[in-house]
């Protein structure tokens, strides 16, 4: 069977929900303002929902013209339209280690909430003033899935990897100076964490780590579905 729509310029994925659990996303660099609406369309008539990332605010006022009524969010780039059909239980902690890394860390927020997950937001926490990390110790431990998004030496990952019991989705960011090379330094630093239980993603992808996230609390969530099921 033909799983997608061929526009000519690309063809989308409509069969992806059913496989994944997600619709296809749109990648908005490199994609006119025209093309990037006709995809929408398509999804929108296969989803009812469609999300676009990574697109720069003019061709975002060109898309919002077809599409008043998605929103855009100009820190992460992310053009989102409708909303959830679900809701998981338990919660995304999104830690951010400084103000620099916000694009990225709104990134993941956005795209979690899209995908059903329920986030929380701790902003401008780094090690390099550790007592505003500590002073949120219970809010952190008591989280479901925890996206950490720090640049410089990338300690941060490391830092809540040890005061936790649960996954830490770990994201380097290109902030910092020159020696920190675009953010293969915090990468480094985090794959090689001493804590045990960090996963990493790679430079600014704060989209692939909130969709891992939601792919955690989507599997949680249909287990305890079966379980209730069984005990019925």
């Not at 006022?61 to 008043?68: D, G, M, N, Q």
């Not at 994201?171 to 330094?185: E, K, M, N």
């Not at 989209?207 to 949680?220: D, E, P, S, T």
Request: include cysteine.
């Amino acid at each position: 069977m033909k799983n997608f729509t061929d526009l000519g310029f690309c063809k989308v994925d409509i069969d992806r929900e059913r496989r994944t659990g997600y619709p296809e996303v749109i990648y908005g660099e490199g994609k006119t303002a025209d093309q990037i609406t006709a995809i929408m369309g398509k999804l929108i008539e296969s989803h009812g929902k469609v999300m676009v990332t990574r697109l720069e605010k003019e061709k975002a006022a060109e898309v919002l013209k077809e599409y008043p009524h998605a929103n855009y969010d100009s820190v992460s780039r992310i053009l989102v339209y409708g909303s959830p059909s679900r809701k998981y239980p338990g919660q995304v902690i999104v830690l951010c280690a400084g103000t620099s890394d916000l694009p990225v860390a709104e990134e993941a927020a956005i795209t979690a909430e899209w995908m059903g997950c329920r986030v929380k937001k701790l902003y401008d926490v780094g090690v390099a003033g550790i007592d505003r990390l500590l002073s949120y110790r219970e809010e952190i431990a008591n989280a479901s899935v925890l996206i950490v998004v720090a640049g410089m030496e990338g300690a941060l990952p490391s830092v809540v990897g040890g005061m936790v019991s649960r996954p830490v989705i770990a994201v380097p960011t290109s902030v910092g100076y020159g020696a920190h090379l675009q953010g293969l330094t915090p990468l480094l630093a985090m794959l090689t964490s001493c804590a045990s239980g960090v996963s990493v993603v790679n430079i600014d992808n704060g989209f692939g780590a909130a969709y891992q996230a939601a792919l955690i609390l989507k599997l949680v969530s249909e287990e305890a579905v079966l379980h209730e099921h069984t005990l019925s």
